[in-house]
């Protein structure tokens, strides 16, 4: 496989439908040293089953590992960290990767609760786990959805789950495209298993999935989020860190000399519905430097809201974000708004909290000039 190609396979069989995919992909010759340390790197955002559109189905890890161990590998670990707001335990109980560890024969790290050490990473010093240093080989799995802050994640996000829980809050600080691309000159992907299962095209914790059943494989990262961008109706320059990972050196975003090759008999399926659900739900939030987990559970509850007939009731932006400490407002979300009038607490507060919090103080107000008074 060239790294200008990308590859698909389509059906329901997951686990073979993967081993078939490495096959044709030849992926046992790229891994030189039978020895080596292999490392697979899920997505286990949070504690969302697969079939929610959130996190790589088990089964696709497992085709990973069956056909890694088939053709003679055997120091393999799966290494893992989950979004701020959940613990990396208890989403890999609940998604299956406990036990998937114990079928197979495999250590599952957990990054929440490894050390980490500073790396420069192409002129930006990030703070990276130290199991990433004793990984000969990564393969990357992550799942093709969308992001209420990124608009898209796969490949090049997906490597977020390898820092701790300190970067993580640290890279909203800094504007979050700027240092995904620059972790990913510090850390070297090497091989990349999408699942493209049924992802949630609007928000990265799942809950609206979209059935495709298709694994893609990517040798290059890149050009894997490029096609991805592509694939959701987005311009690359809309995803600003897959064009910052390309000045980096990461991989090439161009498309126009990539090869999209459909393995296996099924047809291809039809695009993407485009998502938008985002866009429309912005207008109601002011963000600075918010955490995915923080962000991530008061865009879902916002549109349970919108479709109660409710978010036309709000007089005022809801705030949010680490940018809100020691300011005060009216209606914030989370710890670093603390200091406003109408707060929910939490670091992150759940996405139950935060509707139910949102609904007793828009019940309170009088329908019919909320919307007009909030963008004013």
Same mark, same amino acid.
């Given at each position: 496989?060239?790294?200008?190609?990308?590859?698909?396979?389509?059906?329901?069989?997951?686990?073979?439908?993967?081993?078939?995919?490495?096959?044709?992909?030849?992926?046992?010759?790229?891994?030189?040293?039978?020895?080596?340390?292999?490392?697979?790197?899920?997505?286990?955002?949070?504690?969302?089953?697969?079939?929610?559109?959130?996190?790589?189905?088990?089964?696709?890890?497992?085709?990973?590992?069956?056909?890694?161990?088939?053709?003679?590998?055997?120091?393999?670990?799966?290494?893992?960290?989950?979004?701020?707001?959940?613990?990396?335990?208890?989403?890999?109980?609940?998604?299956?990767?406990?036990?998937?560890?114990?079928?197979?024969?495999?250590?599952?790290?957990?990054?929440?609760?490894?050390?980490?050490?500073?790396?420069?990473?192409?002129?930006?010093?990030?703070?990276?786990?130290?199991?990433?240093?004793?990984?000969?080989?990564?393969?990357?799995?992550?799942?093709?959805?969308?992001?209420?802050?990124?608009?898209?994640?796969?490949?090049?996000?997906?490597?977020?789950?390898?820092?701790?829980?300190?970067?993580?809050?640290?890279?909203?600080?800094?504007?979050?495209?700027?240092?995904?691309?620059?972790?990913?000159?510090?850390?070297?992907?090497?091989?990349?298993?999408?699942?493209?299962?049924?992802?949630?095209?609007?928000?990265?914790?799942?809950?609206?999935?979209?059935?495709?059943?298709?694994?893609?494989?990517?040798?290059?990262?890149?050009?894997?989020?490029?096609?991805?961008?592509?694939?959701?109706?987005?311009?690359?320059?809309?995803?600003?860190?897959?064009?910052?990972?390309?000045?980096?050196?990461?991989?090439?975003?161009?498309?126009?000399?990539?090869?999209?090759?459909?393995?296996?008999?099924?047809?291809?399926?039809?695009?993407?519905?485009?998502?938008?659900?985002?866009?429309?739900?912005?207008?109601?939030?002011?963000?600075?430097?918010?955490?995915?987990?923080?962000?991530?559970?008061?865009?879902?509850?916002?549109?349970?809201?919108?479709?109660?007939?409710?978010?036309?009731?709000?007089?005022?932006?809801?705030? !949010? #974000? %680490?940018?809100? @400490? $020691?300011?005060?407002?009216? &209606? +914030? !979300? #989370? %710890?670093?708004? @603390? $200091?406003?009038?109408?707060? &929910? +607490?939490?670091?992150?507060?759940?996405?139950?909290?935060?509707?139910?919090?949102?609904?007793?103080?828009?019940?309170?107000?009088?329908?019919?000039?909320?919307?007009?008074?909030?963008?004013?």
């Amino acid at each position: 496989m060239e790294r200008n190609q990308i590859l698909k396979i389509y059906g329901t069989d997951y686990l073979q439908m993967t081993k078939d995919l490495l096959g044709e992909a030849a992926l046992a010759d790229r891994i030189r040293d039978r020895g080596c340390r292999i490392g697979i790197k899920p997505n286990l955002v949070s504690a969302s089953p697969a079939s929610f559109g959130a996190t790589t189905h088990p089964e696709v890890v497992a085709g990973i590992l069956e056909y890694l161990q088939e053709n003679g590998f055997r120091n393999i670990v799966i290494a893992e960290g989950s979004w701020v707001g959940d613990k990396t335990a208890e989403v890999a109980a609940l998604c299956g990767y406990d036990t998937l560890a114990r079928r197979y024969g495999v250590r599952f790290i957990d990054t929440q609760k490894e050390r980490s050490h500073s790396v420069n990473c192409a002129g930006l010093k990030l703070n990276i786990c130290d199991c990433v240093d004793a990984i000969d080989f990564l393969i990357n799995v992550p799942v093709l959805k969308g992001h209420c802050q990124t608009k898209i994640t796969c490949a090049l996000k997906n490597m977020k789950g390898l820092i701790p829980n300190s970067e993580k809050r640290r890279f909203h600080s800094m504007g979050l495209h700027r240092p995904i691309a620059h972790l990913n000159a510090g850390i070297h992907q090497d091989f990349i298993v999408v699942d493209h299962i049924c992802g949630d095209l609007d928000f990265e914790d799942g809950g609206n999935p979209v059935v495709r059943n298709c694994v893609m494989a990517a040798c290059d990262p890149v050009l894997a989020d490029a096609y991805v961008c592509r694939l959701q109706h987005y311009e690359v320059d809309e995803v600003p860190y897959v064009r910052m990972a390309e000045r980096l050196g990461v991989g090439s975003a161009d498309l126009s000399g990539a090869e999209i090759i459909t393995c296996g008999s099924h047809a291809q399926d039809a695009d993407l519905p485009r998502a938008r659900k985002i866009v429309e739900l912005r207008d109601s939030v002011d963000e600075v430097e918010s955490c995915s987990a923080c962000y991530g559970y008061l865009m879902p509850a916002l549109q349970q809201l919108k479709e109660e007939g409710l978010l036309d009731r709000l007089d005022t932006k809801i705030c !949010i #974000g %680490q940018g809100y @400490r $020691g300011k005060t407002g009216r &209606v +914030g !979300i #989370g %710890q670093c708004t @603390r $200091g406003f009038e109408y707060n &929910v +607490g939490g670091c992150p507060p759940t996405e139950n909290q935060i509707y139910e919090f949102l609904r007793d103080y828009l019940r309170r107000l009088p329908a019919g000039e909320g919307r007009r008074r909030a963008r004013q």
